[in-house]
């Protein structure tokens, strides 16, 4: 069973920057990973994903061009590196693993079995 640790929320100012890891329990060669976000109230949104091979990724509307996900197959970890953050990037962020990842992946929650327990991400000033 992979198990996913997410790691590098906190509290940030608007526009500033953070950046999270995900690292699982084993290999991810062959996975690819999202980054879902929960605000308060709202419904489950993914962020961004990632392929295994390539990598190719892809961006929620919202966040392209703010937002990068990058990742260390390695060290079994992924990225997600976020600039210019704004109130609204305020939540629960969770990084899922969906199997034969290779060369595509979506940011809709469907297909990820693996998730993580979520790091806190809360852009106040």
């Known amino acids: 069973q992979l198990q996913l640790v997410e790691s590098g929320g906190g509290l940030v100012q608007p526009g500033g920057s953070l950046t999270l890891s995900c690292t699982a329990s084993?290999?991810?060669?062959?996975?690819?990973i999202g980054w879902f976000r929960r605000a308060p109230g709202k419904e489950l949104e993914g962020v961004a994903c990632?392929?295994?091979?390539?990598?190719?990724?892809n961006y929620a509307t919202s966040v392209k061009g703010l937002f990068t996900i990058s990742r260390d197959n390695a060290k079994a970890t992924v990225y997600l590196e976020m600039k210019s953050l704004k109130v609204e990037d305020t939540g629960l962020y969770y990084c899922?693993?969906?199997?034969?990842?290779?060369?595509?992946?979506?940011?809709?929650?469907?297909?990820?079995?693996?998730w993580g327990q979520g790091t806190q991400v809360t852009v106040s000033s």
């Open positions: 084993h290999t991810l060669d062959s996975y690819a």
């Open positions: 899922a693993a969906a199997p034969r990842g290779y060369y595509v992946c979506s940011t809709s929650p469907t297909g990820y079995g693996s």
């Open positions: 990632i392929t295994s091979m390539g990598p190719r990724s």
